[in-house]
């Protein structure tokens, strides 16, 4: 391939590799769930916290696999690891689809906060940042994160048509026996997709640079080189803000069929239209973000963030103030999935060292990512005890606190980038 395609085409097949193979990781962790919420928990016969407590045995997992994968980034092409990663995910798929108990599948997500973190995340992050070069970081994780939401709501938009094709009936009125056939067939073609995905990664998915963006080892001194600059610390803080808002986004859909009083299927094209916003976000926010400053348009997607929550949160979206509800998802989409593209493109403003990005991408993750433990939890109880409206008040009102100390958060790194 490297002797008959020009360094152009090249780039471009590596970049797409990297959009499909970002996203395909987590379909079986959590797009399933964002989109399929409530199909989801009948097929399971499950509650919102109990899949919340799932979720949360991926966050524990995950958090010393950012920590470990890190310097595994840095030692070994992206390629391979990024590869064997989702080989792995995908086996969990066919698990998955046996429907295990609530215990089985709090071990199948611990088993994926390691396939998809300690062999996968900070490869994925500085394969972009090393794509994107001295001009374009912006424009790399903007088109990363969008592209990622495109194949998310294709996939998401392929699980529907499945749905719709393999139900004899509507699917609230079908048994629960069929309505767990049919969601099976869900299961194992976004499996097998993962896995031809995979292969492609580790064959084409290669860089002329792959030799010179690795280490033969990590030192105690490297850690340490990170450890003292002081946008690490604040990314800590900004990536957890975002983050939460992104788990949150689960509650769309749910939020559409119980207070807006959508129908099942209505609620679910409800979560994957929504996935159709993060890659025209992401490409918007990636490519304004080369042009002025990364760190201005990261407190611009805070902001949206605040007013969004607010809308949902001061009891403003009801059941009948459906332009209410359409303006709010619009802003509460737009800044996390803005902020959501834009934070890790802030590295090379921050003056991480490109070498150790891994590194970097790792000890960040530590904290970043720690809503993967309680935010589903968090959420499931507070729908499970306050139904109806009030208990997704409370929810937005947790969206908005993190936004707003995101917004804080993003304020001090934007002045320190000034100087």
């Not at 990024?82 to 071990?107: C, E, F, N, Q, R």
């Not at 990261?298 to 809308?311: P, R």
Request: glycine share 10%; with cysteine; aromatic share 16%.
């Amino acid at each position: 391939m490297s002797t008959t395609l020009s360094p152009g085409i090249k780039r471009s097949v590596y970049l797409l590799l990297l959009i499909l193979a970002g996203e395909a990781v987590f379909i079986l962790p959590f797009v399933l769930i964002r989109v399929f919420g409530k199909t989801f928990l009948d097929a399971f016969e499950i509650t919102n916290f109990q899949i919340g407590t799932a979720q949360s045995i991926y966050g524990i997992v995950a958090f010393g696999a950012y920590v470990f994968g890190g310097p595994l980034a840095d030692k070994y092409p992206a390629r391979k690891l990024m590869a064997v990663s989702l080989w792995a995910t995908a086996a969990g798929g066919l698990y998955m689809a046996s429907y295990p108990s609530i215990t089985g599948l709090k071990i199948l997500f611990g088993y994926w906060g390691f396939t998809t973190i300690f062999l996968f995340w900070a490869a994925m992050i500085k394969a972009t940042r090393v794509w994107g070069g001295n001009q374009s970081q912006g424009r790399a994780f903007g088109i990363l994160d969008g592209g990622r939401g495109l194949v998310g709501a294709l996939f998401a938009s392929m699980g529907i048509w499945i749905l719709a094709a393999f139900s004899s009936a509507d699917i609230t009125e079908i048994s629960p026996a069929e309505r767990q056939e049919v969601f099976s067939y869900v299961i194992y073609t976004t499996t097998v997709i993962v896995s031809v995905i995979g292969v492609l990664v580790w064959f084409f998915m290669k860089s002329d640079t792959e030799g010179e963006t690795t280490l033969s080892k990590i030192s105690w001194q490297d850690i340490w080189t990170v450890l003292k600059i002081p946008a690490v610390w604040l990314l800590m803080i900004i990536i957890l803000s975002a983050y939460v808002g992104y788990k949150l986004t689960d509650v769309f859909s749910r939020y559409a069929r119980d207070v807006m009083a959508f129908n099942e299927v209505d609620a679910a094209k409800t979560g994957a239209t929504l996935l159709y916003l993060r890659p025209i976000t992401g490409l918007l926010f990636g490519f304004l973000a080369d042009r002025s400053r990364v760190t201005g348009w990261l407190t611009i997607s805070f902001v949206l963030s605040v007013i969004g929550a607010a809308l949902f949160g001061f009891g403003f979206i009801e059941a009948d103030a459906t332009y209410f509800f359409v303006m709010g998802v619009l802003l509460c989409a737009t800044g996390i999935y803005g902020a959501r593209a834009l934070y890790f493109a802030t590295l090379k403003e921050s003056k991480v060292p490109v070498l150790l990005t891994g590194t970097a991408v790792g000890l960040i993750s530590l904290i970043g990512y720690t809503p993967d433990i309680f935010t589903s939890p968090a959420m499931g109880y507070l729908i499970d005890n306050w139904p109806g409206a009030q208990g997704y008040r409370y929810v937005f009102l947790m969206l908005g606190g993190f936004a707003l100390v995101g917004l804080l958060a993003s304020l001090v790194l934007l002045r320190i980038n000034r100087k």
